[in-house]
T-cell receptor, first 113, second 112 residues
Framework: QKEVEQDPGPLSVPEGAIVSLNCTYS??????FMWYRQYSRKGPELLMY????GNKEDGRFTAQVDKSSKYISLFIRDSQPSDSATYLCAINAGGTSYGKLTFGQGTILTVHP | ETGVTQSPTHLIKTRGQQVTLRCSSQSGHNTVSWYQQALGQGPQFIFQ???????GRGNFPPRFSGLQFPNYSSELNVNALELDDSALYLC???????????FGPGTRLTVT
């Protein structure tokens, strides 16, 4: 079983739709939860990170963590064609795990005008 | 503020050769991590450098090695290249919040 599972999609939605991207993880020691956006042939761009269970909002993006279920989500409101990219969840165990990020496979998102 | 930069952008090598990739960290960041991203996959952690020393390593063989310099820039060296080493190599820098990592554009390595 992979430490982090992410549905690769692809996911295709019309402009203006609400997008839900999800990951599950197996290690309860994970403490920090990140979402990255990666455009084709570019490096990942950090969108948001959160530490605790609950919601964190930044503009059109909301990150949600449920530690009891080992489930994290990213919601994108009013999606735009410029949101078309691969979205990667990444998780860190903190403490002595230094800075190792464990990534999901990535979900390919296309937003149609 | 200068972001993370990597060089070269693209590289083509032959199996068995050696390669060196370079990374300059973001201003104010003292920790550098390297990742390998195969096509269609998420990045895989290779190792991390802090204060010029390796501070953690993923499941990669010893032919993957690195250096960090006093200005926090870093190199990734890969010896005895194999076809499976073809991938996008990403460098990320961070400050004391080591989980908050900012990535460079990557170096695409092709091994033929």
């Amino acid at each position: 079983q992979k430490e982090v599972e992410q549905d690769p999609g692809p996911l295709s939605v019309p402009e203006g739709a609400i997008v839900s991207l999800n990951c599950t993880y197996s290690n309860s020691a994970f403490q920090y939860f990140m979402w990255y956006r990666q455009y084709s042939r570019k490096g990942p761009e950090l969108l948001m990170y959160t530490y605790s269970s609950g919601n964190k909002e930044d503009g059109r993006f909301t990150a949600q963590v449920d530690k009891s279920s080992k489930y994290i989500s990213l919601f994108i409101r009013d999606s735009q064609p410029s949101d078309s990219a691969t979205y990667l969840c990444a998780i860190n165990a903190g403490g002595t795990s230094y800075g190792k990020l464990t990534f999901g496979q990535g979900t390919i998102l296309t937003v149609h005008p | 503020e200068t972001g993370v930069t990597q060089s070269p952008t693209h590289l083509i090598k032959t199996r068995g050769q050696q390669v060196t990739l370079r990374c300059s960290s973001q201003s104010g960041h003292n920790t550098v991590s390297w990742y390998q991203q195969a096509l269609g996959q998420g990045p895989q952690f290779i190792f991390q450098y802090y204060r010029e020393e390796e501070n953690g390593r993923g499941n990669f063989p010893p032919r993957f090695s690195g250096l960090q310099f006093p200005n926090y820039s870093s190199e990734l060296n890969v010896n005895a290249l194999e076809l499976d080493d073809s991938a996008l190599y990403l460098c990320a820098s961070s400050s004391h919040r080591v989980y908050e990592q900012y990535f460079g554009p990557g170096t695409r390595l092709t091994v033929t």
